[in-house]
C-alpha cells in the first residue's frame, strides 16, 4: 500500500500529458507541435493534461493553466491538485510551460509571439480534444500573454497573423495577480528584456496597448484577482491599477496579500469563479 501510495505520488510530480492526449496532438497536429507543447525538453514535470484512454470521459469542463514569468507549469501543481480534490480529473486539466524555466533571467524575459502561439495551440487542442469550452487562469504575465493569444490578430514582434478572436472556445477567462496593464516595476523603459517598450511590461507597450485596445473578447465570463499589496506585479502604473481587466465581468481586490499568496492563496476563490462565475 505505501509503495502504490508513492507510485501515486511520483505520477502526479511527473506531470506530462498523458499518451491518450499525445497521440491526438501527433496525429492532428503533429509531432512538432507534440514537442511544442510537452515541452520535455525541460522534463517531466512541464505540462500535464489527458485522458487516460477513449473512454475516460471528463465529468468538469476542461480547465488551462497558464504559469506566470520563469516558472513551470509545475509551480501550479498546487493548484492542479486543489482542482482533483474538488471533482476534476487529470482529463480536466491542461498546461504547458512556455518559456525556458527560468534559465533566461527574469528581468529579460518579455512576452514573445511564440509564447502567445503555444498557449493559443493548446487551447484550440484541448476545445477540440474535449469538445466543450475551456475555462482558462492565467498568472502574473501569463495573463497578458493568454489574452493574445485568445485575442488572435498579428503579432506585435514578429508580425505574423495568429488568426481570429478564440473568443467563443472560452467560457471563463480568470486572470490571476495579471500583469494586464504592466508592471509597477517597469516605471522606465528600457531597450531589452521585461519592461521594453515593444513586448515587454511597460505599461504602454505595444504589446499591452494591443490587447487592451478590444474589451471582453477573453471568453464569455472575464474576471479577475490581485491585490493591492502585489510586490512584484504591483498595484498600479501609468496612474491607473495594472491588474484589473476592463470590461471584464468582475474582481476581487485582495489586501495584505503579496504577488505569491494572491497566486497560492485564493485557491477556492477562482474555483468558484470557473465553476459558478461567481467569489462565493
Given amino acids: 500500500m505505501i509503495l502504490v501510495l508513492i507510485l501515486a505520488h511520483l505520477l502526479t510530480a511527473q506531470a506530462e500529458f498523458t499518451p491518450h492526449f499525445r497521440k491526438f496532438l501527433h496525429d492532428n497536429y503533429g509531432v512538432t507541435l507534440v514537442q511544442e507543447l510537452e515541452r520535455t525538453d525541460l522534463g517531466g514535470d512541464a505540462s500535464l493534461g489527458g485522458k487516460s484512454n477513449e473512454n475516460d470521459v471528463p465529468t468538469r469542463q476542461a480547465v488551462i493553466l497558464v504559469h506566470g514569468i520563469t516558472n513551470k507549469i509545475s509551480r501550479f501543481n498546487g493548484m492542479a491538485d486543489f482542482l482533483r480534490g474538488k471533482g476534476y480529473s487529470s482529463s480536466s486539466i491542461y498546461g504547458t510551460t ?3 524555466a527560468g534559465r ?3 528581468g529579460l524575459v518579455d512576452m514573445k509571439c511564440s509564447y502567445v502561439k503555444q498557449i493559443r495551440s493548446l487551447i484550440i487542442a484541448v476545445r477540440q480534444y474535449t469538445g466543450t469550452q475551456v475555462d482558462v487562469v492565467a498568472y502574473s504575465m501569463g495573463s497578458p500573454i493568454a489574452r493574445k493569444a485568445i485575442l488572435g490578430g498579428q503579432c506585435v514582434d514578429t508580425r505574423e497573423i495568429l488568426g481570429p478572436p478564440l473568443t467563443e472556445l472560452v467560457d471563463t477567462f480568470l486572470s490571476v495577480a495579471g500583469a494586464n496593464y504592466g508592471s509597477s516595476l517597469c516605471i522606465v523603459p528600457i531597450p ?3 519592461c521594453n517598450r515593444r513586448t515587454g511590461l511597460h505599461c504602454e507597450s ?3 496597448q494591443d490587447i487592451n485596445q478590444q474589451r471582453r473578447y477573453e471568453g464569455t465570463h472575464v474576471f479577475s484577482v490581485f491585490s493591492t499589496s502585489d510586490d512584484k506585479v504591483g498595484f498600479r502604473s501609468c496612474g491607473r491599477p495594472v491588474s484589473p481587466i476592463v ?4 474582481y476581487v ?3 495584505g496579500m ?3 499568496q494572491v497566486m497560492d492563496n485564493t485557491k477556492q476563490l477562482q474555483l468558484n469563479f470557473i465553476s459558478k462565475h461567481v467569489p462565493v
Avoid at 470590461?247 to 468582475?250: I, L, P
Fill in 192 to 194: 531589452v528584456g521585461t
Fill in 104 to 106: 533566461t533571467p527574469v
Fill in 98 to 100: 512556455w518559456g525556458d
Fill in 206 to 208: 505595444t504589446f499591452l
Fill in 247 to 250: 470590461g471584464g465581468t468582475g
Fill in 258 to 260: 503579496n504577488h505569491d
Fill in 253 to 255: 481586490a485582495k489586501t
